[in-house]
């Protein structure tokens, strides 16, 4: 079962009751986690397998558990390859849980991760690219 | 025995500024209190009097017995020394500059353009800003000199550093939150001619603890070229105009002393919009405020990170946030800021 980690030092972030804002350093681009998306981004920050969390939301939520699973899935797999999470490594199975009642459970939302890429152009203006003969980084003057 | 390299390099740094102080014959100081603390300056040679001193000249005042921090400045090429070799390899250099690997207590980034190394020693309350040659230090960055070094200073005493402008009055003012070009220069500029005075255009110190309070730490601002044509009222701040088209700069302690505030309480934070039949606010989500400020934080101080985030969290969390439409007419929007913080501070009295 897949295991991830937060993708540190270049990215932080911030969960407020609703959103989760992210920020790359590396990337320049910074994220807003909407919906389900903060229950399962905090989920897999602390180390949750992929597949228990799947099952989790599955229990919390009423719907399809195949549409939840590929929901999950898809957002996780939107999370690496904006480089917030890591691979890291496999976890153990994930023991199955009690559904809540049907009538409890409150619709499934699929998780939203927005990008916002204007910040960077400017990150990009990294201007290391060499050393001089000290070691220190030399001015890219283009 | 581990070598700590950043210790090592604070020590060879100290000697390199007793060489400097020599070879210039002594140091020009200067006091000044920066959000609350106070800084010593020491200028090891005169070149780089002009490159810094300017922005913190509404915050001088006269020698004391103690500093919370003492930062020695000297540029190299006019004093005929070198700049020290770089103590870690390239790939320990990030992309905001700063040196990876330096161990605890000990910051370090490095500038390329004009060879700016500044280092920041926290058990020691010392910092060091030596460049390579002054001269080449970027027109726009002798506005906001030495930011890094303040961002580790600040921090160390739970201040934070933010991209923000500020403007207020000793009851209170507001945080103007917003990426380049949303207005906040030329609303920060816009409340010289109100009843609300000036702290900060682009970068600003904020406290989350005991009240939000934001601090000032240059009195310069920054416009695009052209600005002061088009609002007549920037031309009597003598401004600094560049040939090349660069942003114009306004030292504001030399124009307008009595308007510029070193701190207040911050009363609401304001995320610039353009556009709106008037200036008028609306209220937003804290989350939408933290969006528009730490990004930009993070990216353009050196060494930042999750703390950024916790802190302005923090803030937005116990601040009321609001959309802040500018409208067609500049002239209205000090009024509007103003009539916003007292309709703020009936609400406070009165809870609905």
Not at chain 1, 8 to 34: C, H, K, M, Q, W
Not at chain 2, 19 to 27: F, P, T
Not at chain 2, 132 to 154: D, K, Q, T, Y
Not at chain 2, 185 to 213: H, M, Q, R, W, Y
Request: charged share 20%; net charge negative.
């Amino acid at each position: 079962m897949k295991r991830f980690r937060v993708n540190v030092p270049d990215v932080v972030f911030e969960a407020f009751d609703e959103e989760i804002v992210l920020v790359n350093l590396d990337t320049g681009n910074y994220y807003s986690v909407r919906d389900t998306g903060p229950e399962i981004w905090l989920a897999l920050a602390k180390g949750e397998g992929l597949e228990q969390v799947t099952r989790m939301l599955q229990a919390s939520y009423a719907g399809d558990p195949d549409a939840i699973h590929a929901s999950v899935s898809s957002f996780a797999d939107g999370l690496l390859e904006a480089k917030l999470l890591v691979a890291d490594g496999e976890s153990r199975d994930a023991p199955a849980l009690a559904p809540v009642a049907e009538g409890d459970r409150p619709p499934f939302v699929a998780p939203t991760l927005e990008a916002y890429s204007d910040m960077q152009d400017l990150l990009l203006l990294d201007p290391i690219h060499d050393v001089d003969q000290a070691g220190w980084p030399v001015a890219n003057q283009a | 025995m581990p070598i700590d390299k950043g210790r090592e390099f604070a020590a060879l740094l100290e000697a390199e500024a007793a060489r400097a102080e020599a070879v210039a014959e002594g140091a020009i100081e200067g006091w000044f209190a920066i959000g609350g603390l106070t800084m010593r300056l020491r200028f090891l040679g005169s070149s780089l009097v002009p490159v810094i001193a300017p922005a913190f000249a509404h915050l001088e005042i006269a020698p004391r017995d103690h500093a919370h921090l003492t930062l020695e400045c000297w540029d190299c090429a006019a004093l005929g020394l070198e700049l020290p070799s770089a103590p870690v390899p390239m790939a320990a250099f990030t992309a905001r500059g700063e040196l990876q690997g330096l161990g605890a207590g000990v910051h370090a980034a490095f500038e390329p353009w004009g060879r700016q190394l500044s280092l920041f020693d926290a058990a020691r309350r010392r910092a060091f800003f030596c460049v390579g040659n002054g001269a080449e230090i970027r027109r726009w960055e002798r506005a906001e000199p030495v930011r890094a070094i303040l961002s580790w200073f600040m921090r160390e005493y739970g201040r934070q550093l933010v991209h923000a402008a500020a403007v207020g009055n000793a009851d209170g003012g507001v945080l103007l939150l917003g990426r380049s070009g949303a207005g906040k220069s030329n609303t920060a500029l816009g409340v010289l001619k109100s009843s609300l005075a000036f702290a900060a255009d682009d970068f600003c110190a904020i406290s989350a603890e005991p009240v939000p309070t934001a601090y000032s730490l240059y009195c310069t601002a920054k416009t695009i070229e052209g600005d002061w044509k088009r609002h007549p009222f920037l031309k009597s701040l003598n401004p600094d105009l560049d040939m090349f088209g660069d942003k114009t700069i306004y030292y504001l302690a030399e124009t307008v002393p009595e308007k510029l505030i070193a701190e207040f309480p911050i009363k609401a934070l304001l995320l610039l919009r353009h556009g709106g039949n008037a200036c008028h606010a609306v209220p937003a989500s804290p989350n939408a405020a933290l969006a528009a400020v730490a990004p930009d934080t993070a990216r353009l101080l050196p060494g930042a990170g999750p703390e950024v985030l916790h802190k302005v969290g923090k803030m937005v969390r116990r601040l009321p946030c609001f959309d802040f439409f500018l409208g067609p007419d500049p002239k209205r929007i000090p009024d509007a800021i103003e009539a916003l913080m007292t309709r703020l501070d009936a609400e406070r009295l009165e809870p609905a």
